[in-house]
């Protein structure tokens, strides 16, 4: 290995990181199912999230908590 190397891997994340950036990919990313959002969260995740919420109220008024 020789002293360029670390300078040419640091250019290629730049390159790639810049790339991977740009309004093109992410107009063909959003082309793609696996990148496409859903327009509505899981019924299992909404669950998840009430019962958290249902938690954080429950200490937020327990005095012992705090």
Avoid at 8 to 17: C, F, H, P, Q, V
Avoid at 39 to 64: H, V, Y
Wanted: charged share 40%; no cysteine; proline share 5%.
């Amino acid at each position: 290995m020789n002293g360029n190397s670390g300078h040419r891997r640091a250019e290629l994340a730049n390159d790639i990181r810049r790339q991977a950036g740009s309004e093109a990919t992410k107009r063909f990313l959003r082309t793609l199912p696996a990148f496409r959002l859903e327009r509505e969260m899981p019924r299992q995740l909404t669950d998840l999230l009430d019962r958290l919420d249902g938690a954080e109220a429950e200490n937020a008024d327990d005095p012992r908590r705090q």
